[in-house]
């Protein structure tokens, strides 16, 4: 069982639909983080947080200590949401980056 | 500010020669991390630094791959002799961890594309 786990792997919308993309882990974190990466470009950080919501744009993210599980929502999603969307669990023994598989996000107009 | 810049941007080589790649951070970050990422795949942590000291270098194939941070600033990550199989993405980032979410974001360069003939 990998320690950090995303899902759903791949997601295909329409334009204007709510996204979740989903993040739970299994180790103690001190953080975590949620990257963007358009195909063939760079990796993006979107948020890092450890607690609560935290809110960009479009983009929301949230996360629940206690259930180890932490969400990126986009809301009125748009063909340029197209990407992939990875979070990363740092660890709060080691500091270590443990990454997520990443969910590819398509959005049809 | 500039953020973090990677050099070169692009690379070809023949299998066996050596190549070189070249990282300057986020001024005032302390951790920097070289990642190789394949085409559709997630990033693979090569080693990662606090200031100049390698904190994880489990990943790092020493037997050809070499890096340094001399003074905790800039980085450079070596291959020697490079193969085939070392055709990627290498992807340098950094970061001011200072012990909350407040801090740590994680910045990533463009990246340096290897092509290995």
């Known amino acids: 069982k990998n320690e950090v786990e995303q899902s759903p792997q791949n997601l295909t919308a329409q334009e204007g639909e709510f996204i979740t993309i989903n993040c739970s882990y299994s180790?103690?974190?001190?953080?975590l983080h949620w990257l963007q990466q358009h195909p063939g470009g760079g990796i993006v950080s979107l948020f890092m947080l450890s607690s609560g919501k935290k809110k960009h744009g479009r983009l929301i993210a949230t996360i629940n200590i206690q259930e180890k599980h932490s969400s990126l929502h986009i809301t009125a999603s748009h063909p340029r949401d197209s990407a992939v969307y990875i979070c990363a669990a740092l660890m709060d023994s080691n500091y270590q980056l443990i990454w997520g598989a990443g969910t590819k996000l398509i959005i049809k107009p | 500010e500039a953020g973090v810049v990677q050099s070169p941007r692009y690379k070809i080589i023949e299998k066996k020669q050596p190549v070189a790649f070249w990282c300057n951070p986020i001024?005032?970050?302390?951790?920097l991390y070289w990642y190789l990422q394949n085409l559709g795949q997630g990033p693979e942590l090569l080693i990662r630094?606090?200031?100049?000291?390698?904190?994880?270098d489990s990943q790092l194939p020493k037997d050809r791959f070499s890096a340094e941070r001399l003074k905790g600033v800039d980085s450079t990550l070596k291959i020697q002799p490079a193969e085939l199989g070392d055709s990627a993405v290498y992807l340098c980032?950094?970061?001011?961890?200072?012990?909350?979410?407040?801090?740590?974001?994680?910045?990533f360069g463009e990246g340096s594309r290897l092509t290995v003939l």
């Open positions: 180790v103690g974190i001190s953080a």
């Open positions: 001024s005032g970050h302390n951790t």
């Open positions: 630094y606090e200031n100049e000291e390698a904190v994880d």
């Open positions: 980032a950094s970061s001011l961890w200072g012990g909350s979410a407040d801090t740590g974001e994680l910045f």
